[in-house]
């Protein structure tokens, strides 16, 4: 096995295999993944739906761009990697929609305000707290597990080697590429791309390039098996609330998954659902319905890792030839992954996207996008 690669992607979650799936067929392609499978830590850990609405101004453009991709099951084709869910946003004593939904609407006229009397219908047992809502109905879930795999799949097709268990500890520039340590030795490349996730700021440090300050940030997921069936379709119920917020859809027919959107600054790390954030997940449920709560099936937590909160970093950085960024994938790292991916793969190939993301502006997109905007430098 050769160790000399054109593209060293560094990262096997839905970012890296992702960005993979494009570039595959088209150079010498490596991928390393420090955890013996690909997708053990956030990505195996998502809530797995795609929201228009999820994310605000500079993520919706790359969420709307990619439903094609999903729809189609790219890069397979085998089926589409969405189902359709739709969403409820209620409006309660400390959120009301009402400006959100008005930006929402300009866009799009299938969002649509719900009043009291249609709420207890499409949520029988609804707490008297929660006055209105609106609806969302091209909210659908994602097969993450599907589509991880057709990109893992689609790499070892295109003849690119996806390496398990291979971590890397460190990478310096010699003549015009990347000499990298791994933990299963030595490996060379042209161009490195850091797909690390919650670790990628670490990555950079390995490779001597400055961290762009990512913030890791916990959420909690807990399936409840419940009283009541019938809730394989519910709506993805959402309370949008920085103090007292949560959402919760159907999994199966009696089942639920409910987040209290907890996002607690955090280490890169494998982290696990905190007893407290369980509680406070279950209690804001049953202050919400009064559908019975039979047991708590499953509990788990990842990182959800921010640039600034806002920003997204894909690209070329600038202080550092040679290394690219995809990271900052927030909370909506999957239903990106197909914009994501191709913006990252035209900065490789230096070639446009595909027609479907011409409408995206890849300068807005760009590492170190944050210290242009802190130095007040002008900016896309
Ligand atoms: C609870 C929760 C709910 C979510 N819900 C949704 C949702 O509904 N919709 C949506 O679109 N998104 C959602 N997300 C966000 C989405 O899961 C993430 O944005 C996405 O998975 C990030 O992918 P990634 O590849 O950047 O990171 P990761 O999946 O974490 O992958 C990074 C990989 O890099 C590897 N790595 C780290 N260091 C090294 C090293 N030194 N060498 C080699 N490999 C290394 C890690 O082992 C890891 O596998 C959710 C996230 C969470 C936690």
Redesign the pocket.
Known sequence: MSNQYDVLI???????ASLGARLAGKLKLGL????EQ?????????????MASYGGDLIRPLSLASHADLTAGWPSGERSWLRPRGAIHLSGPDTDYRDVLAALQSADRNYRIVDREELERLVPGIAPRFTSAYTEPSCTD?DVGGFLAACLGAIRRGGGQVLTG???TGAERRGGEWVVTTSAGELRAARLVN?????AD??AERCGVAPLGLEPKR???VQLRLGRTGLRDLPLIDYSSWTDGFYFKGEGDNRIWL?PTDQTPDEPRDVAAEEEDVAIAIDRFQRTVDWPIEAVERRW?????FYQHFLLAIGEDPTAPGFNWS?G????????APAMSALGAAAILGEPPPAQFDGLDVQRYRPRRWEELRAGQPSA
């Open positions: 560094i990262g096997g979650g839905i970012a890296g390393i993944e420090a955890e690909c997708g053990y830590h956030a990505s195996g850990r998502s809530a797995a739906f795609w994602i291979t971590a890397l797909a690390a996730g919650a670790w670490r990555v959420r909690t997921v987040s937590a990842g990182l959800r890792t990271a994938q927030g909370g909506w790292g999957f239903q990106t």
